[in-house]
């Protein structure tokens, strides 16, 4: 396929039911047997944007990816279902999933994310959520719909920055590398085959834990100083049951300097801690996080949970 342009329509009303998966097919686009060149430049239509009200990002990103396939809610009508209370500073994937899941969505969150998989889930009719930095030197995370590409840019539905921002290819990198590749992909059922054929054998869970290990095997010793690539490390041992050797990757990313911010939206080192049986280990890290974001539910709980371990 040479230079061509190539938009892609979602469809326009997407129904609840369960429909039977297509056949799978992997692998990039073929045809004849041979790989087929993924068009130079994909916009998707149907691409919903809200500015967001406070800590709003997850909210806004549901109603753009719902809107894509057709399906509208109010940012307040999102944040009601998905947040404790209105100053919830943190919604997390699952949960975000989840809420998507209420309108018949599937959803498969997955590490180890590269500029070319984007381009081929695009190419696919299908909008991608990214866990990034907020921006260059930020410690905040941040989900922000892709719904486009062209030769050297990105098309972003971000939530505080606009409907329409581009990010270089090195830009996005950049931005995703601190939360170790993580990508979201909601689709109706019948899209099924669609994004098996995208990810390949990252479509199963536990081969892109594999991915990730493989990726922070090899970080790890390309940037041993680098917090990040050590709890990528960490939470590919701990999702493949290798407990002790998650809790010696945490432990590295700790003494390296995770920001405290980052342990609010991420509590496997809590959850290594906690099924390695360091309580105290635990109490400790949750207590600094907790200082700073008192009403965290889920520092609330590794924190009951480690007294309890304590007789506390």
Same mark, same amino acid.
């Given at each position: 396929m040479g230079q061509v342009s190539r938009r892609v329509r979602p469809p326009d009303k997407m129904g609840n039911d369960t429909l039977p998966a297509p056949p799978v097919f992997a692998g990039p686009l073929r045809a004849g047997g041979a790989a087929l060149a993924l068009p130079?430049?994909?916009?998707? $239509?149907?691409?919903?944007?809200?500015?967001?009200?406070?800590?709003?990002?997850?909210?806004?990103?549901?109603?753009?990816?719902?809107?894509? /396939?057709?399906?509208?809610?109010?940012?307040a009508q999102a944040a009601n279902?998905?947040?404790?209370?209105?100053?919830?500073?943190?919604?997390?994937? #699952?949960?975000?999933a989840a809420y998507l899941g209420r309108f018949g969505l599937r959803s498969v969150i997955r590490y180890a994310g590269d500029a070319d998989l984007l381009r081929e889930l695009l190419s696919r009719g299908l909008p991608?959520? #990214?866990?990034?930095? #907020?921006?260059?030197?930020?410690?905040?995370?941040?989900?922000?719909?892709?719904?486009? /590409?062209?030769?050297? /840019?990105?098309?972003?539905?971000?939530?505080?920055? !606009?409907?329409?921002?581009?990010?270089?290819?090195?830009?996005?990198?950049?931005?995703?590398?601190? /939360?170790?590749?993580?990508y979201l992909v909601a689709y109706p059922p019948a899209k099924e085959g669609?994004?098996?054929?995208?990810? !390949?054998? $990252?479509?199963?869970?536990?081969?892109?834990?594999?991915? #990730?290990?493989?990726?922070? $095997?090899?970080?790890?010793r390309a940037r041993p100083n680098d917090p990040y690539v050590w709890w990528?490390?960490?939470?590919?041992?701990?999702?493949?049951?290798?407990?002790?050797?998650?809790?010696?990757?945490?432990?590295r990313a700790v003494a390296l300097g995770v920001p405290t911010l980052y342990d609010l939206y991420r509590q496997e080192t809590s959850q290594a801690w906690t099924r390695a049986g360091d309580h105290r280990k635990t109490l400790?890290?949750?207590?600094?996080?907790?200082?700073?974001?008192?009403?965290?539910?889920?520092?609330?709980?590794?924190?009951r949970r480690a007294n309890a371990a304590l007789g506390g």
């Open positions: 130079t430049r994909v916009t998707l $239509d149907g691409i919903r944007h809200e500015d967001q009200g406070p800590d709003n990002c997850a909210p806004v990103t549901s109603l753009t990816v719902l809107g894509s /396939y057709g399906s509208r809610v109010t940012q279902a998905m947040k404790d209370s209105p100053g919830d500073p943190q919604v997390t994937s #699952l949960e975000l991608v959520v #990214l866990q990034q930095r #907020l921006r260059a030197a930020s410690n905040v995370a941040h989900f922000r719909t892709f719904y486009g /590409y062209g030769p050297v /840019y990105f098309l972003v539905s971000d939530p505080p920055r !606009g409907p329409s921002l581009r990010l270089s290819t090195a830009e996005l990198l950049e931005l995703w590398r601190f /939360y170790n590749g993580e669609q994004v098996h054929a995208a990810l !390949g054998d $990252d479509f199963s869970a536990s081969a892109n834990w594999r991915h #990730l290990k493989l990726h922070g $095997d090899q970080d790890t990528g490390l960490g939470k590919a041992n701990l999702r493949l049951g290798n407990v002790q050797a998650a809790v010696s990757n945490f432990d400790q890290w949750t207590a600094r996080a907790l200082r700073a974001f008192p009403d965290s539910k889920e520092l609330q709980q590794f924190r």
